[in-house]
């Protein structure tokens, strides 16, 4: 089978939601030789693209988007099983760390970007809700990722996205990680105001943007 009848195969299977389709086009794409990272960018992740394109489309929901996105990491997991540390790095988007804000129990939103920013090849480490700021500086100096995302779901909760830029201000290390924040009653100028990086309205929009920090941070290295 041809390279582009593989990745049009693992890009099917993630539309379709087929986890058993996604594992033997990833075995197809291994057995032919084809390079994992391709298989990921230019198969599975477009396929993951489209159904989130659906999902803030209304088209689909929830369960679809966690449908699809078991069969993308079943896809992945074949993919990368045999890939050596340091390939996977490689082929990694960035090392993100998501948190709903102190105070702040809601969690269905931040687990979909979560779930959006995995299948888009990122590594994300989730700490949960109500997770307090100095527990958020100190796991993010601690694992060295480069964005942390912090969701607020609630007006009251909001002042807890401006205590971690101070906190991290405060302990000098700030300018190591890239902000981006969310949640219902979060704007952009709000975001602004409080000076983080970057702002989202939607879980697609939190892809790209996280995207664009990704692209920022490595060109100041």
């Not at 966690?66 to 896809?75: C, D, M, N, Q």
């Not at 997991?77 to 988007?93: D, G, N, V, Y």
């Not at 993010?140 to 964005?147: G, M, T």
């Amino acid at each position: 089978m041809s390279q582009r009848k593989i990745l049009a195969k693992l890009r099917k299977a993630v539309e379709q939601m087929e986890a058993p389709l996604a594992e033997r086009a990833a075995r197809e794409a291994v057995a032919a030789g084809l390079d994992p990272v391709v298989a990921i960018n230019e198969g599975l992740a477009l396929g993951m693209k489209k159904v989130s394109e659906l999902f803030d489309e209304g088209e689909v929901f929830v369960p679809h988007l966690l449908v699809a996105a078991e069969a993308f990491e079943s896809g992945v997991a074949i993919l990368t099983e045999s890939m050596p540390l340091e390939t996977r790095a490689q082929a990694s988007q960035g090392r993100v760390l998501i948190h709903t804000v102190q105070g702040d129990i809601h969690d269905i939103g931040k687990n979909i970007v979560k779930t959006m920013l995995a299948t888009s090849g990122f590594e994300v480490i989730d700490l949960g809700r109500d997770v307090p700021v100095e527990t958020v500086a100190a796991k993010a100096q601690e694992l060295a990722v480069d964005i942390i995302v912090g969701a607020a779901l609630m007006t009251t909760t909001m002042p807890a996205q401006r205590e971690l830029v101070e906190c991290l201000r405060e302990k000098g290390i700030r300018q190591q990680f890239k902000l981006l924040f969310g949640g219902t009653p979060v704007s952009r100028e709000w975001v602004s105001q409080i000076g983080a990086d970057g702002y989202a309205d939607s879980a697609s929009a939190a892809i790209e943007v996280a995207r664009t920090l990704m692209a920022e941070k490595r060109a100041r290295r």
